[in-house]
């Protein structure tokens, strides 16, 4: 599976948008990327997930770029509650393996 | 009410104590996981199943095993429990051919002393 790389940490101000990047430069025609987020000690929360169109939906929006290398969720409107350590995983969709491969992740941290 | 609960949700044990964590799930999915997750690393997969029939170790599987009792079911034992096994402990289900959507319940905090 791809490599995933995202920044340790990001600060966004309430009410703005927070956009979270992730490389994924080896990542093959078949797998997918997928956003989690996980709340401080809280189970990871599933955000959106896409191949190479861009996906919206009532949490967020997925920007992929079109060599599929990279790309960028936003939260369009970042809250208090936003704040939470955001995963990037890259996988093949439906693969039998069973497990989600968490990183380090992105920890934003919404300021008011 | 939640759709993937775990109980117990704090848990002290001594060593050498067997202890058996428990997930439920409302969702009707097929699949189900269970991960471990240290501080500040992330999480590690320890069992999974995609049917009551199906069970398969994941990464970290030794020193625990697993019961499928029923689609909505899915028990993780510590035959004997040791210090590093203290960890906050996730479920998780997911449909069948969505593997990698899943839906997390709220973690078991485990202290073995």
């Known amino acids: 599976d791809a490599k995933t790389t995202q920044p340790t940490s990001m600060d966004c101000a309430e009410g703005r948008a927070a956009n979270l990047p992730c490389n994924h430069s080896?990542?093959?025609?078949?797998?997918?990327v997928y956003w989690y987020r996980q709340i401080h000690s809280q189970g990871p929360q599933y955000i959106i997930h896409?191949?190479?169109n861009n996906e919206t939906n009532e949490m967020a929006s997925l920007i992929i770029t079109e060599d599929r290398k990279s790309s960028t969720l936003i939260l369009p409107h970042a809250t208090l509650r936003d704040t939470a350590v955001y995963y990037c995983?890259?996988?093949?969709?439906?693969?039998?393996?069973?497990?989600?491969?968490f990183g380090k992740g992105t920890k934003l941290s919404v300021k008011p | 009410d939640a759709d993937v609960t775990q109980t117990p949700r704090n848990r002290i044990t001594k060593t050498g104590k067997r202890i058996m964590l428990e997930c439920s799930q409302t969702?009707?999915?097929?699949?189900m996981y269970w991960y471990r997750q240290d501080p500040g690393l992330g999480l590690r997969l320890i069992y999974y199943?995609?049917?009551?029939?199906?069970?398969n170790k994941g990464e970290i599987s030794d020193g625990y095993s697993v019961s499928r009792q029923a689609q909505a079911k899915f028990s993780l034992s510590l035959e004997s429990a040791i210090p590093n096994q203290t960890a906050l402990y996730f479920c998780?289900?997911?449909?069948?051919?969505?593997?990698?959507?899943?839906?997390f319940g709220p973690g078991t905090r485990l202290t073995v002393t």
């Open positions: 080896t990542i093959s025609g078949n797998e997918y």
């Open positions: 995983i890259v996988r093949v969709y439906g693969g039998s393996q069973g497990n989600l491969i």
């Open positions: 199943s995609f049917d009551v029939k199906d069970i």
């Open positions: 896409g191949l190479k």
């Open positions: 998780a289900t997911s449909d069948y051919g969505t593997s990698y959507e899943q839906y």
């Open positions: 969702k009707g999915h097929d699949r």
